[in-house]
């Protein structure tokens, strides 16, 4: 049986590593706190550089709240209520906190499907927003 969904939008997002790197470089802690949550800092403090990765997710959570702006009030969602972590299977995942949650909740449960990746010089993310 298949089950019928929603498309609510699809996102994507590229971005020069370069970029991040000087944002790192720059800013640091309060950039690592304005874009990432506890958890996704915990990841990035495990990888030996991290410019790469931490581009990923910014690029992952840029795709997300493109793919949700047809959900009335989706500007307002932060960068810290999209959270990219990984699946059992090692699969990239998102995680909705405060008003993007809030959204998902009201739009029946949101399910959302991204694809990370990157290369010396640029990182992008593609997301798949759909409600049931």
């Known amino acids: 049986m298949v089950s019928s969904v929603t498309l609510i939008g699809v996102g994507i997002d590229?971005?020069?590593l370069e970029r991040v790197r000087t944002l790192l470089a720059r800013k640091g802690e309060q950039a690592m706190?304005?874009?990432f949550s506890a958890g996704e800092r915990d990841y990035l403090a495990t990888r030996p550089d991290a410019t790469g990765?931490?581009?990923?997710?910014?690029?992952a959570k840029e795709a997300v709240y493109k793919a949700m702006q047809a959900l009335d009030g989706a500007r307002a969602i932060g960068w810290r209520?999209?959270?990219v972590s990984r699946d059992g299977e090692g699969k990239p995942a998102i995680a909705l906190h405060g008003l993007a949650a809030r959204l998902s909740d009201e739009?029946?449960?949101l399910r959302i499907q991204v694809s990370l990746t990157h290369s010396a010089?640029?990182?992008g993310a593609i997301a798949i927003v759909e409600a049931p």
């Open 121 to 123: 010089t640029s990182a």
């Open 53 to 59: 990765h931490a581009a990923a997710r910014i690029a």
């Open 81 to 83: 209520e999209i959270e």
């Open 107 to 109: 739009s029946g449960g």
């Open 33 to 35: 706190t304005r874009f």
């Open 14 to 16: 590229l971005i020069d």
